[in-house]
């Protein structure tokens, strides 16, 4: 398994000593930093893909109070991946009721060449269209977006895109493990957001390892209640 690892970021390198120079310098690709994103995929493709309700395409339904836009991390699984993405819809659920929330997830590819790239681009436009047809088709509900992983860099680059009339539909802003954790979900207030990054967790720290990165579904019970205090 670990010779599997070092021979992907053997191929990788070539890619990254491409990218340009301000991709280049806002995104973790380090050796050890490519290593941590490896070992999330082993993790997602070898254990959460056994995990059920990887998939969410409620946006396709009846229209609720609240519409959760979600990208999963790097190689998971369907389109929500593992257990970030399911223990947050959980305790979502959990609180809010299961008739007031949709849950949508980002069909992107998710691979790690995305991720250098700064979140991978056909995916980025993914959910910026499906942010706007939230908006669009659901004129009441209240729309959160949020992601793990290369899904928060995601919601970074959609969020940058939105109209101004979208960006004040959307009441939370959450990212887990982000990359570019630090920066404003472009237009978004602050007072919107909530950006969690465990010590230690090389992705959007810059250093550690990969072992703080794959543990984000304990700060479930923290962002539903930064959601449920605005919705």
Not at 172 to 194: C, E, H, M, Q
């Amino acid at each position: 398994m670990k010779f599997t690892i070092v021979l992907s970021l053997v191929a990788l390198l070539p890619f990254v000593a491409a990218l340009p120079p301000h991709l280049d310098a806002a995104t973790p690709k380090s050796p050890e930093a490519l290593d941590a994103v490896l070992q999330e995929g082993v993790a997602g493709g070898e254990f959460e893909s056994l995990l059920a309700g990887n998939t969410e395409n409620e946006l396709a339904g009846a229209c609720k109070a609240v519409t959760l836009i979600y990208a999963r991390g790097t190689t998971e699984p369907g389109n929500v991946g593992g257990n970030t993405g399911q223990a947050l819809f959980t305790a979502l659920r959990s609180r809010l009721g299961a008739a007031a929330i949709a849950v949508q997830g980002v069909n992107y590819s998710a691979t790690v060449a995305g991720y250098l790239q700064g979140g991978d681009p056909a995916g980025s436009t993914t959910m910026f269209n499906l942010i706007n047809q939230a908006a669009s088709k659901c004129p009441s509900t209240k729309i959160v977006i949020g992601g793990y992983s290369q899904g928060a860099q995601l919601t970074h680059n959609a969020a940058a895109r939105l109209t101004a009339a979208t960006t004040a539909r959307i009441v939370a802003v959450f990212g887990f493990g982000d990359p570019f954790y630090g920066r404003a979900y472009g237009s978004i207030p602050a007072s919107k957001t909530l950006n969690i990054c465990h010590t230690g967790d090389i992705i959007c720290t810059g250093s550690g390892g990969s072992a703080e990165h794959s543990n984000y579904n304990q700060d479930a019970a923290r962002v539903t209640t930064f959601i449920a205090a605005r919705v």
